[in-house]
Structures are given as C-alpha cells and as structure tokens.
C-alpha cells in the first residue's frame, strides 16, 4: 500500500510521486472502459467492506468524540450505511458522464496532409489535500480515475483510520480492475504535505478543500498550480429597479438558508433611492433568522438595532450569522465595491432592469455573477456538472464550481507525410492554407 | 505617460498597478469595436511617426554596437522601415481575429427561467517581460486589447529608447481612440521587476519571452501564475517502421534548419531494428550541415567521428549544431525516454505504422506532438493562431503554442427570476432540469 508515515524519509515520498507519475504516463494510455470497470469494481468494493469501513470509522469517532471535535465536524466524520452507500453511488455516477479525455476540440488543416488536432488529455498527477470529511476519499478517486489521472492524497488526521481503510479498499479494487499501480497513493503526515508542494516536478495540480487558512498556506507555499479559493466572500446588491418581494427572499436565501458555506454572502449592498423602503422589510426578515446586521452610516440611522460595520466587516467572511450592509449611490459603486472587497467568488444584483443587469454582468469581476438569483447556486451539482472537485477563484485555467473539465488540459498532435518547415519558408515556399476543420 | 524609472519608489509601482487593475475593470465592459478602434490608431500612429520610432532606435543600436552586442540579438533590436511597416500590420491583422471576449461557451437551464451561461471574459492585467526585441511592444499591445486586457511591460535595457517611444505612442493613441487610461503602462529597471512579481492582487498572469534563465528565474519567484517555457528539449524518435529518406528530411529540419530556436530537436532516438542503415544517412546528412553528433555507445560504435554523450547531454538543450543520438530498443522505450528528458514541449515520431503513431501520441506527454512532421511546426502562425503570445509548457490553463485563447478566462452568469436553492432543498423540493442548451 501507497501509504507514507509520519516519521518516513522524504525518499520514500519522492518515491510515492514517482510511482505517481509513471502511473500516470500509463494512464494516459488507459481507455475509458477500463476505467469505467474500475470505477464499478471500487463502488461494489465499498458495499462488500461496509462493516470494515465502519468499524475503522468508529475508531476515528471515538478519538474524536474523546476529544470534544466540533458537531458540525463530528457529523461530517461519522459515517453510516447511507453514507457508504451514498459513496458507492457517486462513483457508479462518475461512471455515467462522458470521457473527459481523447476529446477532440479542434481540427485545423496547415496544408494539404498536414492536420493539426488539439485534443484533450489528462493533466497527469493531482495532489488533494483535506480535512475531515472520509468521503472525500471516494469521490475524489472517482474524478481522478475517470479523467485519468494519478492522486496523491493527504487527509486530516480525525479521519486518518477512515481515510486509510477507504483508499486501501479503492486502490486494490483499481489495481485488481487494471489499473497502474501507483494511480493513487497517501501520505499522512504534516510533513508530508511540506515536502509535497515542493514536488513541482512530479505534480500538476493541488487541490486544497478545507478551511481558508488550509488553502491560503497551501496557496503560499508552493510553485505547483493551486485550484480552489481561500475566501467566499460573497455580495448581493439591490438595485434600485429591484422588486422589494424578491429582494427580501433573495437575501434570505443568500444570508441565511446555510451561512457556513463559501457561497452565502458576507455583504448587502443597497441602492439608496430604495435603502428607506427595502432596508427595514430585508433586516426585519432577517431578524426572524437571528442574523446580526452590521451597517454603514446610513443603515444604522434607518435601523436603530443595526451595529456600526467597521473597516474590516467589508472584508470579512463571517460565515456565520452576521451580515454587513452598505448603502451605495449608484450601480456602478456596487461594482466597485464588489470588485476591491469581494473574492471573485459569487456575487449577485437583483435588479428589474435589463440593461442594469448587463452592466454589473460585465463589470462584475467574478467567477460566478448571478441576476436576480441567489448566491447560493455556485455549485458542481447544481451548475449541472454531476461532480465538482472544488470551487476556483483562479483567474487562469478554471473557474467556478470545477468538475472534470478542470483535470484535464490539451495537447496538439500533427500528422504529416514528412512536411519540413524548410518547405514553408524562402523562395519557392509553400503557403498554409489554415483551413478549420472543427 | 505611466513609465516608472529606476530610481522611483515602490509606491509609484503600486499606483501604476493599481492603475492597470483599474483599466482592466473597465475593458472588461469595452466594447469590441472601441477596441478595434483604438487598434487601427495604433497602426496609424506608428506609421506617421516612424521617422522618431527610428532615430530612438538608432540610439539604442549604437550603444549595442559600443557595447559589442551578438550580432543576432543587434539583428533582433535594428529596426528599420520595413520592419515598422511590419508592426503596423500586424495591429491591423489582430483586428480581423474574431473577438475572444463575451463568446458563450456553454448554456444550461437549471430550471425553467434559471439559465446558466458560461462566457468568456478578459483575465484582467497581464505583465510581460521581455528581452531585446522592440516589435514585441506592439505585438503584446495588440493581442492585449484585443482580448481586453491591461498590460504592463518591462523590456531589455538594450532597447530602453525604442520601447519607450513605442509604448508612448502606442498608448496616447489608444487613450486617444477610447481606452482607458493605465490600459499600458511600462517599468525600466530589474528592481521593478522584482517588485511586480510579488504584485498577485494586481497581476493575474506573466509571460516572460527570453533566455531559459530569465523564464526559469521568474517562474521560480511569484506566486502570479507564469505563462511560457524554460526549457525546448524536444527529441524525434525514428521508429523500425520509418521511411528513410522521410527520417533524414526531417531530422534535417528539426535540427538544422533553424538550431537557435525552441522548437529545433536536440534529441534524436533510433529504434535498433534501423539503427545500421538509417543512422549513417541521417549523419551523412548532418555532417554536411556541420551538426556535431554526440552518441551512445552503439551510437560511436556505428559512426566513427560521433563524441561520446555523457549524461548531462540527454537534457541538455543547445540551441546549436549539436544532437544527442541515441539506440533504443522499442518504442516505449523512447516514449519513456521522451517523458523523463524532455520538456514537455514538442516530440516527434517518424513510422509508417499508424498504432506506433497511435502510441507515441498518446504516451508522450507534451504541449504538441508530430507525427511525421518536424518539430520546427510548433509555432503560433504556423498553427494558424493568427498571433502568439508564447509557448506554454505548462500544464495548466494554456498548452503549446498560445494566441488569443490564452489571454482570457470566463465568468458564470446565472439568470433567474427571485429562485433561491432553498426552492430545491427539502421535502416539497424543486428538481433541477440541468438541459444542455448550448
């Protein structure tokens, strides 16, 4: 088994990512029936080592229920038959999406018999590192296999027993269904991670899925591209053409309906001319749902229970109950606000004008700009990618909630008979006909 | 004019940054047709003033021939009428490219009346660093607002007075036809660039186009992502089933026609089936083009005035008359070689037979791989990009030769009418539709 321990020698780390990257030399030449078996053999692998998978999972809980873990984290620990089964489907569910490799994504003639294609392929050894949740284990194996790339993996230690059973399980079923050894490999300790993101040669691509400060010191540390995003720092803006009907339920949904996650928002911002009417109807609603509203000047004279907002809330992901909210002169103060306080995740404008609308769309430097929509919608699942690795505020590769598109990249491949360059340049050159095939 | 000399402070970088970020929040709502606009009064400028384009330029050349420049690099930096004249087209040719901004890339409804788009957008500021060769102004500036993005240069000391004149006349013409101010600005001294790469709020990607050393210590020293290449190790690799005399044409071309460049091969493998009768033709070949052959054993065994290669020679690139020739017994073998020496950028095979090529493909792991064609073809306008920015080896965002499609990302736009996820959770839950409509 792929599995480096705490007190192991960077040697044997360097040794796990070279085994990575052959695997994925192998894999690039894998085809995708025979990931897709693969895929099939590790979700009916799961559903036969049920009871094992809880039995080490139990012994995780324990230590975590010892030590007084957090109820959100413990319930995102805990593992059940449902849960494992829910494992077992997402990857039964992998199966079903279209290969994302060995697409062909243009065709462009240079000359006659000199065809150049441009065809997707995988990016070749991906690097997770996460915290806490055991199903990630499965899901993320699942993406990596069927976009044919190699995964090094590094859990939180709450889950170590449950991390460790999931990829022994995985990794053998792959094997066993003709897979390249080394396509997935695990590392366990801190230290592992440090050496890790000084990998550049091996890895391709690291994928932080925790806390901010998970990702930021990931972020900060290594020379490999980083996919994700450290803050959520999400703004709905109500405009001054916005119904005051949909605006209360839009920011409800937005504030309140699951404040902990990256997409709900962090700032309200309020056109003046509707500030007197709109404000008191959105904080009375949000009051219903306990949310502490930190305003500006303006908002703190029209609402008497509001705090002062200082500095700082503009910048704050509170993820949590607690709402800032500005009033602004003018849309295009809104998309000055969002672009130098937002973190180009998510951001929204209710608005019942067409060409208002337009004009944050464009202005709106994020990844996701929603009209007359909630914030809340930034998602894999529900952006319809039936699975989401994370979601990216890069401005380079991908963007947004990022399913297998964001594992693979593309190469060019040119055919010929024996075409020189040496035909194409001087006297009696040849020219390029440049004909677009696809 | 937004130049920052030497000797100002790191304040005055940040304002002109600041002043870039800001520019490029504007271009993102720039119409294409300002920017074609302001592209054709480029090219009009530089006509009308290539009288002063030219006596800058002298000053610089005449410091170059004082200083003993190599002549290929004085070659790079002379300018002359027609080489003005060149510039001036190429500005107006990128106005005929389509418009990679606001192309809708994909379309979903999630839910009647809840419509997802992705569309393309601008990535925001781009900084270029580059060395000698004053038509790189133009040709960044041109590629640069044509996909509505800011840029900031810094170019080789060599060539300080023809940049500058460049980039002045090339900025008060497109602030002068509807850009807005800070769209281009320019630093001058090493220190400046130093400073810009720790610039990550700002700057949303770098191109460096020079030396190996100048990319290499770039890329190992910002956290902005890096688009380019240090190294263009590619090989060739002729295969049992090659046709000689296409082998010896294009070994010929890949090394010979153009040593200096990236593209040219600095590796060449020969299966052993074909070894005794191919090599000493292609050889033959090479000696005539005083190509210095540095072999393995079997390699010195068959050719008497080949040099023994030693380790360092299979990764070295030396974009000159020089080739490291090599025996291998199968074609993995070369693909294996391929993959662990060179850099990813552009390998080729040459076979009669289509599963050897079929193979090779996929199994090596570069941005373009030929199929009997040279190596010498990766190449922006040869693949018919119209225009490029760099080489990429990197594996991420963009590959190989890049043009336009490299210089943006895309946004998620969602448009709705007041839907909020807590419509899709729960008991009495909406289902989304998730129809592909584009």
């Known amino acids: 088994m792929d599995t480096v321990n705490a007190t192991s020698v960077s040697a044997e780390l ?22 897709v078996a693969a895929l099939r053999a590790m979700a009916r692998a799961i ?11 139990e012994l995780d809980c324990e230590t975590a229920r010892k030590q007084g873990l957090g109820q959100s984290l413990y319930k ?36 006659q018999g000199l065809i150049l294609d441009k065809v997707s392929c995988p990016l070749g050894v991906i690097a997770i590192v996460f915290e806490s949740r055991p199903d990630v284990v499965p899901q993320v194996i699942g993406l990596s296999v069927k976009s044919s790339n190699a995964v090094i993996f590094k859990g939180g230690s709450e889950a170590l027993h449950s991390n460790r059973v999931l990829f022994q399980i995985l990794e053998q079923a792959g094997i066993a269904a003709g897979l390249p050894d ?11 991670v440090k050496a890790l993101l000084k990998l550049d040669d091996y890895i391709d691509l690291i994928i932080p899925r925790g806390s901010n400060a998970l990702v930021r010191s990931i972020m900060d540390s290594t020379r490999i591209p980083v996919l ?48 007197g009417t709109v404000l008191p109807r959105i904080l009375e609603d949000l009051r219903g749902a306990s949310v502490e509203i930190r305003g500006d000047s303006t908002v703190c004279a029209l609402l008497p229970d509001a705090l002062p907002a200082d500095e700082a809330d503009w910048d704050t992901e509170y993820n949590d109950l607690i709402l800032s909210v500005r009033v602004v002169e003018s849309l295009d103060e809104a998309t000055a606000f969002i672009n130098a306080h937002g973190s180009g995740h998510s951001d929204a404008i209710v608005t ?9 769309v464009r202005r709106v430097d994020s990844s996701s700009v929603m009209v007359n929509a909630s914030t809340r919608f930034a998602d894999g699942y529900r952006y319809g990618k039936g699975a989401e690795i994370g979601i990216s505020t890069n401005k380079t590769h991908a963007r947004g909630p990022v399913g297998l598109e ?33």
Not at 243 to 260: E, F, G, N, S, T
């Open 76 to 111: 995102r620990l805990a593992l059940d038959g449902d849960k494992i089964e829910q494992m077992a489907i997402g990857l039964e569910s992998v199966t079903g999406l279209p290969d994302p490799v060995g697409v062909l994504q243009e065709e462009i003639e240079l000359d």
């Open 406 to 438: 964001g594992l693979v990249i593309y190469k060019y491949i040119l055919r010929g008979s024996g075409q020189c360059v040496a035909d194409y340049t001087g006297a009696h050159a040849r020219s390029y006909t440049h004909r677009r095939i696809l």
């Open 14 to 35: 360097v040794a796990l990512a070279t085994r990575a990257r052959e695997a994925s030399l192998v894999l690039q030449d894998t085809g995708h029936e025979v990931r």
């Open 352 to 360: 019942g004008s067409d060409e208002a609308a337009r004009r944050f």
């Open 47 to 57: 559903r036969e080592q049920a009871g094992t998978i809880l039995r080490e999972n």
């Open 182 to 192: 080394g396509f997935a490999g695990m590392v366990e300790s801190r230290d592992d």
């Open 228 to 275: 994700g995003h450290a803050d959520g720092i999400c703004t709905m803006y109500v405009d001054k053409d916005a119904d005051l009907q949909m605006a209360v339920r839009l920011v409800h949904d937005a504030k309140a309906q699951y404040p902990a996650v990256c997409n709900a928002i962090e700032n309200l911002l309020v056109h003046r001319q509707v500030a």
